[in-house]
């Protein structure tokens, strides 16, 4: 039996999957729900996820006052210190304190950050990324995310909204991005980006499997995967065209941080990375300073869809750390005072 169990949340705009973690790290416990029942009000999706780590408590068996942590992610902007989620795209949260509401409910504490941040945490504590210093991190996924961990920390920049490399413009008169710009990384790359260039494509009266098997403006991965099994000409080109962007996107941080490691990560790479892999790998060094590949590695995230539940662990870890050495120091000043004070009444 565990002493004690953090449990993560991985929250989308349309399904939150919760982890239960025991004092080993390892899974013990997992469960998926959509997020879109019961309307998209703010606090539905607060009751949605208290109601996941409800049912996973139950569910699971495990003792409640064992519970040591809850850790969750969301697409956007987010303090990761204070807990406030600023700015989400695709959940209706604005400057919102999901925190407290937590806290108060399970009486552990709660942290949550930005999930492509967390991912590529995730990837650096315990995945692919594991013993490197620097790593840029892409997640292709519906958008295209970026993470970045700068001398062995995550970098968030200022305010928490650094890694926003996915809308690296890199043609001004290309395809319409989601943010408004053209000719973002994410307008080429992304399952978004592909499924434009997909429907394009249909339109002109091109086939492809993958053109009768769009919901909500993408393709599903696993569709994807089948197109190119099957030698899908239209899911060919769009991904021929994915990973040449990607690879210019690469080359590009790749001369700017000169990282240790570029991983990719997300649904398309969990569903077709090796192919990305072997395109972009095939690519890169044209888009970059040899002198700055040679010392690159470039692989593809090792854990999955899970990459952003170790690095929700990660995150619970840091902070049990972080708690320990304020208590040292607490206790130190304690010592220090009560020496300083010897000595002062010596003095007298
Ligand atoms: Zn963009």
């Known amino acids: 039996m565990s002493s004690y169990y953090n449990i993560c949340l991985d929250v989308g705009g349309t399904k939150v999957l919760g982890v239960i973690f025991d004092e080993n790290r390892e899974i013990i416990y997992r469960l998926k729900k959509k997020t879109t029942e019961g309307g998209d009000k703010t606090e539905n999706i607060e009751q949605v996820i208290i109601g996941v780590v409800d049912q996973m408590i139950k569910e699971s068996g495990i003792n409640k006052k064992k519970l040591h942590a ?7 902007v987010i303090d990761q210190d204070s807990g406030i989620v600023l700015f989400t795209p695709n959940l209706p949260w604005r400057d919102y304190d999901i925190k407290t509401p937590m806290e108060n409910k399970f009486g552990v504490p709660f942290y949550i950050g930005n999930d492509v941040n967390l991912g590529v945490l995730g990837e650096y504590k315990f995945g692919a990324a594991k013993g490197y210093k620097n790593v840029v991190g892409f997640f292709v996924g519906t958008g295209m995310g970026g993470g970045l961990i700068l001398n062995g920390k995550l970098y968030t920049g200022n305010k928490f909204k650094a890694g926003e490399y996915g809308h690296m413009i ?3 008169e290309g395809p319409l991005c989601n943010c408004g710009q053209r000719g973002c990384l994410e307008a080429f790359a992304s399952k978004k980006g592909m499924t434009a260039y997909i429907s394009q494509q249909a339109a002109r009266g091109r086939k492809s499997i993958i053109a009768d098997n769009i919901s909500n403006g993408v393709f599903r991965s696993k569709f994807l ?3 190119l099994e099957e030698k899908d000409v239209v899911a060919q080109e769009a991904v021929d065209r994915a990973c040449h ?8 941080m790749i001369n700017t941080f000169s990282p240790d490691i570029v991983i990719y990560g997300g649904g398309v ?6 192919i990305f892999l072997e395109k972009v790998l095939a690519e890169v060094d044209r888009y970059c300073m040899p002198s700055i590949r040679s010392t690159v590695d470039i692989k593809q995230a090792a854990l999955g869809d899970d990459s952003v539940i170790y690095g929700e662990l990660a995150m619970i870890e ?31």
């Open 70 to 76: 809850i850790a969750a992610c969301a697409p956007g």
């Open 170 to 172: 890199l043609d001004p």
């Open 225 to 227: 995967k089948k197109a």
């Open 245 to 252: 962007y990607l690879a210019i996107a690469t080359g590009n």
């Open 269 to 274: 790479i969990e569903a077709v990375g090796d």
């Open 318 to 348: 840091a902070a049990d750390k972080k708690g320990d050495k304020s208590d040292e120091k607490k206790s130190d000043k304690k010592q220090d005072k009560s020496a300083s004070g010897k000595k002062q009444s010596k003095k007298k």
